[in-house]
């Protein structure tokens, strides 16, 4: 059998031939079109860019110091805007508000001042840089009760101590504010709550029963002059202005403030047991509207005391930490409106101080009783003070 030539390989087949090898590189080619795509774009300027940054969401705690940020600017800029419609005769008026607007932009910076998180809000950079258009003195007083109420309540309540505190003494500078302007312009001043210390549960059923025979007794005593009290007894002042005395508001003002230590409360029994001696002490040898004014106190600090060593489990025991005497300064080395204006400063300060240890919720008498000595200060002729009981503010003040 003859041998066949070999067959021509004709075009298509190497066409063909060629092709086949170069499909398995098609993925390959394809993905390094999509990346030279992608730098063209790139370069071109043109990218994907994630969306701007919010605001941060704040917490409750930022909430109130915000809030208690705004009440103080608000309150600063109502003061000027009042002076600004205020004729220039009526001067005790005019100082007053300029005080107040101090007052109330360092009580706003203390609290930390304005937030800004240096992100663009897309806010009009044209809006007005006050709430108030124009303002009276009256207003100015509407805003410093409003900002009161509030700062007392966030007081009691919040769960941070140190801004407790400070809430607490801003409270009470703008309660006195508020009612030294009310006063100058013969308009109502900010509402007061009327502190009393709670008393301990255990207390409550011991006390009803002797509730009836001590009556007729209080009755006949009411009109006797004053003498002094031995500790450890509950004194007539006391019984006077006794625990049934109503107007309190506070949500916790009848619960006993949690965190209290024995070492707190017997500084407490004796600071106001102290207080109440010295002023009876004085009022046995003053006259007239100051004796009046002394005897008022006697009974109010009096009571305290009695309240608090009830509290403590002290009362009319062995460790009962109340003197029969305390040292009083003679009237020639310091007068009687100098004597009220260091105790009230004292018990202002450890009230202050305790606001800032015990639990939220529970402390909203602590807060009531830092207001009503700032209030005493101001009746007795002491300075008003941005932040009545922290003496560290006042000594920054005094520094600079």
Do not use: N
């Not at 009009?124 to 709430?131: F, N, R």
């Not at 769960?159 to 109502?188: K, M, N």
């Not at 020639?332 to 105790?343: P, T, W």
């Amino acid at each position: 059998m003859e041998p066949q030539p070999a067959p021509d390989r004709s075009a298509a087949d190497d066409v063909t031939g060629a092709a086949v090898p170069s499909a398995r590189h098609r993925p390959v080619a394809v993905a390094a079109g999509a990346l030279l795509a992608v730098g063209l774009l790139a370069g071109c300027g043109v990218r994907l860019e994630a969306p701007p940054a919010g605001e941060p969401v704040p917490d409750s705690l930022e909430v109130v110091r915000r809030t208690a940020v705004a009440d103080a600017l608000l309150v600063a800029d109502g003061a000027e805007a009042a002076l600004e419609e205020l004729p220039t005769s009526r001067k005790r008026v005019v100082a007053e508000l300029t005080r107040i607007a101090a007052d109330s932009r360092e009580q706003a910076e203390a609290l930390g001042g304005e937030y800004d998180s240096g992100l663009a809000t897309g806010a009009p950079t044209d809006a007005p840089s006050s709430a108030w258009d124009k303002a009276t003195p009256a207003d100015v007083v509407e805003a410093l009760d409003d900002a009161a109420a509030r700062s007392r309540t966030a007081a009691g309540s919040t769960g941070d101590g140190p801004l407790a505190r400070l809430l607490a003494s801003v409270g009470a500078a703008q309660t006195v504010s508020g009612e030294r302007l009310a006063a100058l312009v013969d308009v109502a001043g900010p509402d007061i709550v009327e502190p009393r210390v709670p008393e301990p549960a255990d207390a409550d059923a011991g006390d009803e029963g002797d509730e009836g025979d001590e009556g007729d007794e209080d009755d006949a005593e009411e009109d006797a002059p004053q003498e002094a009290a031995s500790p450890g007894s509950p004194t007539d002042d006391a019984t006077a202005t006794g625990q049934d005395a109503g107007g309190s508001s506070a949500q916790d003002d009848d619960t006993v403030p949690e965190g209290l230590t024995p070492h707190d409360l017997s500084t407490l029994v004796v600071s106001e047991d102290a207080t109440r001696y010295a002023l009876q002490l004085r009022a046995a040898i003053g006259s007239g509207t100051t004796r009046d004014r002394l005897l008022e106190r006697v009974a109010v600090h009096a009571q305290r005391a009695d309240g608090w060593a009830a509290v403590a489990g002290t009362q009319a025991t062995a460790d009962d930490p109340r003197r029969a005497a305390y040292a009083v300064p003679r009237v020639a080395d310091q007068g009687d409106k100098a004597l009220v204006i260091d105790l009230e400063t004292d018990l202002a300060t450890d009230y202050a101080t305790l606001v800032g240890t015990t639990a939220a919720g529970t402390r909203a008498v602590l807060v009531d009783l830092l207001v009503d000595s700032a209030v005493a200060l101001d009746d007795w002729g002491a300075e008003p003070e941005p932040f009545p009981g922290l003496p560290e503010q006042a000594g920054d003040d005094a520094a600079a």
